[in-house]
């Protein structure tokens, strides 16, 4: 059974449709990737994905109820889906790992111990435990993503979701983030991720999505998508995209 | 000196400069904190009506306010209270006015990223505000509080329109009396400046221990 | 209840009112202007500590008690105090000297260093490259700061009341003890004091904003 699952999502600001009909599933132990232009809707299918924001139409499920109309409380099914924002989103009165415990103690009600051992441990898994008692302001971009992962983390979800997350970093610091997302895709973490590192996304991704104006145009496995997209404009963004490289 | 006569007036009288200075900054500081709350996430009515409490307090001069409410709220309840509660209410009115703006600039100040990041946790909206956009709006709030602590302590003084025994009015009374009016207002002015300039130095203290590196930016009052 | 008449009765205080604050805010210009660029320009630590002690004072002692020092305490050895409304207008223009220079001074601060050394790069001497580059700046920059001084003092002129000057303050307390309304009179007076306060404060400000946008500065 599916993870999270939509069905003919759709959302509109206004006037501005901007998903228009989306089906999508991720299962267990599945890294998913997306990719697609500028403006093409992909935040915003995350953040409703995420549970961030109520879609205008359509349907989401998780782990296959309905999570709008079954009554489930959403703040619970929040904590099982993990999210990390294109801006490093830490809270910034907080330490490292005050960041990562705050969720486990507010929303699980983990005790302050266990709660202190469960956020060390995913900020070693994101190799930062060294940094525990530093502030944000004292942490470099890079950092400060990887402890976002690791507050994701340590609510130990069933998914994660990552929108764009080395977009607003320097090449240098990519690599750190892609290194610690490509351990726990390793790990059997189950990842829905909007990137557009492509060697990353041919290496861990079982699917890669390509969207465009609201929809996803076409999905496939990496080599597949990225080799030999069917839609023209797949193939024109791929183009662009790999040119550079 | 002749002053020694009147040091126990004059003592007196300080140490109700202090607690109405206290005592409004308190209860300023719960209004404040309210209102700023009900500004950012309330509904219009309630907006309109923060916005009306504030443009009052701010835009008319404390005086007023002071004799406004020790007059007319025995008229219209028909409670009879005295300088000191009449103070005390306005005094808190007044300074919740102002501080309504600091820390509305300061809750603006935790950004949405951060908010959007709670949800994401499945913290509830009062987790939030709890854990998150308070923590943060008190610490980014201190140096405009700093700024209305010193204010509200010196216009304290006006609570000579209502009789209260606080310093400004005792000193009037012992210079009447004691025809030296230079040499007490000397005095009562002295009082003052070492009171405001050890508190300044006292706060100061307080807030590098308090200090959070990335969030000693300043709000801009609003 | 209130009528226009006693409407009308108030409003003979508003010219005093808007006296006290006008001239105290001229005055405070005339004194807190060249403070901040003594501040700013010299390195006489003498002069520094003298004006730095001159700002402490100001800031820490309440107004009141300058007006009733100056009133009460000054007079004999100054006649012209003997006149409360110069003794109101006197330490409130004081105080706004302390305050307004601090205004110049953050302002002249925020137009930065570069413009100094662009202007000083051209040939400019540090004294032409003020006048000329960072004054004008600093008083776009200071409009908003300036609009709440101008309130403030609009508000704080009412502690002249305590010295029997007959201000808007003082009018509606005479009003009150004429007619026995005890809520009308006050809350018409602060409903004055808001109409008056708040064009001021709100217009220096959206000027203020404006003028910047336009000149790209801050
Ligand atoms: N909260 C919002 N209100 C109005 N328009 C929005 C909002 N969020 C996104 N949009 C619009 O939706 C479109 C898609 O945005 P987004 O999901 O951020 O795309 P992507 O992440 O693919 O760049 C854009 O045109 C954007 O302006
Ligand atoms: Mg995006």
Known sequence: ?245 | MFLLDYSYLIVQGFEMTLVMTFLGLGGGLVLGVLSALGDVYGGRALRALIGAYVEFFRGSPLIVQLLLFYFSVPTVTGVRWDAFTAGTVTLMLNSGAYQKGYFKGAIEAVFKDQLLAAKSLGMTFWQTLRHVVLPQAFRVVIPSWTNEYVSLGLSTSALIVIGLRELTTVSKSIAAQTFKPLQVYLLTGLIYLIWISASLKALDHVYSRVRIPGLEVSAEAS | MISAQDLIFLLQGVPTTLSISLISFAMGFIVGMPIAMIRQLSRSFELSTVLEGYDKVMRGVPVLVIMLFLHFGLAGLVPLFRDPFISAVVALGLRSGAFQSQIFRSAMNSVGRDQMMAAISLGMTRAQAFRHIIVPQAFIVALPGLGSEIALLIKDSSYSFVLGVLDLAKYSDILRAATRSFIYPYLLAALIYVAMTFPVANYLDRWGSKLKTKYGLR
């Not at chain 1, 939509?6 to 228009?20: E, H, N």
């Not at chain 1, 970093?169 to 490509?182: A, G, H, Y």
């Open chain 1, 1 to 245: 059974m599916s993870v999270l699952k939509c069905r003919d999502l759709r959302k509109s600001y206004g006037d501005l449709q901007v998903l228009r009909g989306i089906d999508f599933e991720i299962e267990k132990g599945e890294t998913k990737v997306i990719i697609g232009p500028s403006g093409s809707g992909k935040s915003t299918f995350l953040r409703l994905m995420g549970l961030l924001e109520p879609p205008t139409g359509g349907k989401i499920f998780f782990e296959g109820r309905d999570v709008y109309t079954s009554g489930l409380d959403l703040n619970i099914i929040r904590a099982k889906i993990g999210f990390v924002f294109q801006e490093p989103s830490l809270f910034r009165h907080l330490t490292a790992l005050d960041n990562v415990k705050i969720g486990l103690k507010c929303v699980l009600k983990v005790n302050n111990d266990e709660a202190t051992e469960r956020a060390m441990e995913a900020l070693k898994a994101v190799r930062m435990e060294e940094w525990a008692n530093y502030y944000p302001a004292q942490l470099s971009g890079g950092q400060q993503q990887r402890v976002g992962i690791a507050r994701a983390l340590a609510m130990d979800p069933d998914v994660i979701l990552f929108d764009e997350p080395t977009a607003s970093l320097d090449i240098e610091l990519t690599w750190e983030v892609i290194d610690v997302m490509r351990d726990l895709a390793k790990r059997g973490i189950t990842m829905l991720v909007v990137t557009h590192e492509i060697a990353f996304a041919k290496e861990v991704a079982d699917e890669i999505s390509f969207m465009d104006g609201g929809k996803i145009l076409e999905s496939g496995p990496p080599d597949q998508l990225l080799r030999s997209p069917k839609t023209p404009r797949a193939r024109r963004f791929l183009t662009r995209l790999l040119g550079g490289i």
